[in-house]
């Protein structure tokens, strides 16, 4: 009778104990089958420490289990692989988990890395893969999926191989505080870097630091109340809704806000795409506060989206689109780069892929939209300037939009309405 009472004492401290397991590290050896063979034992109310003070080698992909209340904690550093041969070999084989370190779900579950500025970094080694053009089996980085309450904070990126955070199916997730570095040293451009990839729920991304060659942020159907704010992104592809509706699927987005926001020497700052023939709805999103530095096309939004590597843009027999209602661009401040003959580094054909038919370069948006399917669409408060002095333009086709878009819908100069 005592003693059973004891055993159930006894159990009851174990269920309630926090445990911390300090993933060991071997010079010259892959880290990752230690932590598998011990992960397990640490799938809830534990911490799965890399510490400070050692280089890891994440020399293979590395799975989590589910979690429920865990943290996983980068404070040492952690590198890739050296060898692009060896990260090509895994992430072709059929147990690849999908990313280079991939979540599987769970709840209360942060991502957390180290505020001194020498320790925490993960390496990708991604200036080879730069400069050797190299884009067959490129892993992602770092897929938090399927979570509830979850959190990624004080992460620091260097030289990612290509994309970096995803957080597909989760809900409630706040991530802020991350660093991405993904800028080339040289002139090869780093291709597909994208910095975080938005599909779920409720997510809350907060003064987040990117410089990359891809989209800084991306929200992808699914996604429903994300917010964006207080953010820095330089060389990317800007804070972008799409491409959505991809061979005529059904998108849906909703309740996206992206504010307060320096946009430096980006492609786009605002963009929104969908394919031609896409379906589905993309609806109440914002961008306003933002500040951009020498960027090409500072609002673009397309509902006529093709790749312009496969040759004209299709005629789609679709009589439908991607909807898209109530986009407000609102508060946009800084400088278009118009100068003459630039290309930006993601160009390799003539013309580029980003080409617009009839643009001067000198527009402060751009509303390519499709007849019928676009409503309540105002782009206001815009103040902007070029590199070449030249008085700023629009492009709007009235025929497609009738309601008051802010501006004088022409192709033609800005004029606020
Ligand atoms: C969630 O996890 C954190 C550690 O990441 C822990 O401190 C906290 O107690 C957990 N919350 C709940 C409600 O279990
Ligand atoms: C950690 O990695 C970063 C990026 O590679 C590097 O700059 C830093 O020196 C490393 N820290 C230490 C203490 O080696
Ligand atoms: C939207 O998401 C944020 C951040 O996760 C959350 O705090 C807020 O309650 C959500 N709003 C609604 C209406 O669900
Ligand atoms: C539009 O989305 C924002 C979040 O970005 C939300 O606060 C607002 O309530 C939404 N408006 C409508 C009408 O749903
Ligand atoms: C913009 O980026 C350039 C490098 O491309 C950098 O020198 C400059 O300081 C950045 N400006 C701001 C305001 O961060
Ligand atoms: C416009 O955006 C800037 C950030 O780029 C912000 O500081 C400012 O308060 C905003 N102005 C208004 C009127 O909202
Ligand atoms: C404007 O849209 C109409 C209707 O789709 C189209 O016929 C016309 O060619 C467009 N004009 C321009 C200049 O693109």
Not at 8 to 17: K, P, S
Not at 55 to 76: A, C, L, Q, R
Not at 99 to 108: D, E, I, L, P, R
Request: with cysteine; net charge negative; hydrophobic share 40%.
């Amino acid at each position: 009778m005592l003693r059973s009472f004891s055993v159930l004492l006894a159990y009851v401290a174990i269920a309630g104990a926090w445990s911390t397991f300090v993933v060991p590290h071997t010079e010259n050896a892959d880290d990752t089958p230690a932590l598998m063979a011990a992960v397990s034992s640490y799938a809830s109310d534990a911490s799965i420490v890399f510490e400070a003070g050692t280089t890891y080698n994440v020399w293979s992909p590395i799975k989590f289990p589910h979690f429920t209340n865990v943290e996983v904690v980068i404070s040492g550093n952690i590198s890739y692989p050296a060898s692009i041969k060896t990260v090509q070999g895994y992430v072709a084989a059929s147990d690849y988990p999908g990313a280079w370190f991939a979540f599987t779900g769970g709840k209360n579950v942060t991502l957390r890395g180290n505020t001194d500025p020498n320790w925490g970094w993960v390496d990708g080694h991604g200036q080879q893969w730069w400069d050797a053009k190299q884009q067959t089996n490129r892993p992602h980085g770092w897929k938090f999926e399927s979570i509830t309450n979850g959190v990624i904070r004080d992460m620091k990126i260097y030289k990612p191989i290509a994309w970096n955070f995803a957080t597909s199916k989760s809900d409630n997730v706040h991530i802020f505080s991350n660093t991405i570095l993904a800028s080339s040293d040289s002139s090869s451009f780093p291709f597909n870097t994208d910095g975080f990839s938005a599909g779920g729920t409720n997510m809350l991304f907060e003064n987040n630091h990117v410089v990359n060659g891809d989209d800084c942020l991306t929200v992808a159907s699914g996604a429903k109340n994300v917010t964006w704010t207080s953010g820095y992104c330089e060389g990317s592809h800007g804070l972008s809704v799409g491409s959505l509706g991809e061979g005529g699927s059904v998108a849906s987005v909703e309740d996206i806000l992206f504010e307060d926001t320096v946009m430096n020497h980006t492609l786009y700052a605002a963009r929104f795409k969908s394919w031609t023939g896409g379906n589905g709805a993309a609806v109440n999103i914002t961008w306003r506060g933002i500040k951009f530095i020498d960027v090409m096309f500072p609002i673009y939004v397309t509902q006529n989206y093709w790749d312009q590597s496969d040759g004209p843009r299709p005629t789609s027999s679709s009589t439908d689109e991607t909807h898209v209602e109530n986009f407000l661009f609102e508060n946009f401040t800084g400088v278009i780069n118009d100068t003459p003959g630039y290309v930006e580094g993601s160009c390799i054909t003539d013309p580029c892929w980003y080409y617009v038919s009839g643009a001067t370069g000198k527009e402060v948006v751009i509303l390519d939209l499709y007849p019928g399917t676009a409503t309540g669409i105002v782009a206001k408060d815009l103040s902007a300037s070029t590199l070449s002095g030249a008085p700023i333009a629009a492009m709007c086709n009235s025929s497609v939009i009738s309601t008051d878009v802010g501006f004088k819908c022409w192709d033609g100069a800005y004029i606020p309405t």
